[in-house]
């Protein structure tokens, strides 16, 4: 029977996994992706909302994002707010629907978003990290047994080492996704 500590862990451990993979798609690749924009603020009648609440996102091909928006209004504040988001792109209105082209990458800005990536799996780990510590305390205070309190530190580790072989997975997708040209 699993304890209530290791339970936890693996939701705490599973909730920043899930954060770490959503901060990695919004990543730009040399692919066009929705989740690149989808987040972005719009000011929309004096309210911040996301573009995926405003609009459709789709993907046109692998070069260029579409968004129809539902209403005039939106097509031009999401414009805007693509054009000052500082991700270098220029969205081209046409009525409701902007056609976002995607500039093909630089080496430099391959290299500058791998090391963002690795910055972003490196914080999960630490985040991980840090939940096993929490843990292990929460261990050491609540087990009497020296051999219960021994068994489940070990049942941690293993489960911090999985989450972690995990991210550094999920960096090597994603430094592959960068570097394919």
Do not use: W
Not at 11 to 28: I, N, P, V
Not at 134 to 139: D, F, G, K, P, Q
Not at 140 to 156: A, F, H, M, S, Y
């Amino acid at each position: 029977m699993e304890s209530e500590q290791i339970k936890k862990l693996k939701e705490k451990c599973q909730k920043a996994e899930e954060y770490f993979l959503s901060s990695l798609k919004k990543l730009r690749t040399g692919r066009a992706n929705s989740a690149l924009i989808e987040d972005i603020s719009v000011n929309y009648y004096g309210t911040q909302t996301p573009i995926k609440k405003l609009a459709h996102i789709s993907v046109a091909d692998p070069r260029t994002l579409m968004v129809q928006a539902f209403d005039h209004q939106a097509a031009v504040e999401i414009d805007n707010a693509i054009r000052s988001s500082g991700l270098g792109l220029n969205p081209q209105r046409d009525g409701l629907i902007l056609r976002i082209p995607l500039p093909p990458m630089t080496e430099e800005r391959r290299k500058e978003l791998f090391k963002k990536a690795a910055k972003l799996t490196e914080e999960a780990k630490v985040e991980v990290r840090r939940f096993r510590k929490e843990a292990l305390a929460e261990i050491k205070e609540l087990i009497p047994g020296e051999d219960d309190r021994k068994r489940l530190e070990k049942e941690v580790q293993k489960i911090i080492e999985e989450f972690e072989r995990r991210f550094d997975e999920e960096l090597k997708k994603k430094e592959k996704e960068i570097f394919e040209v």
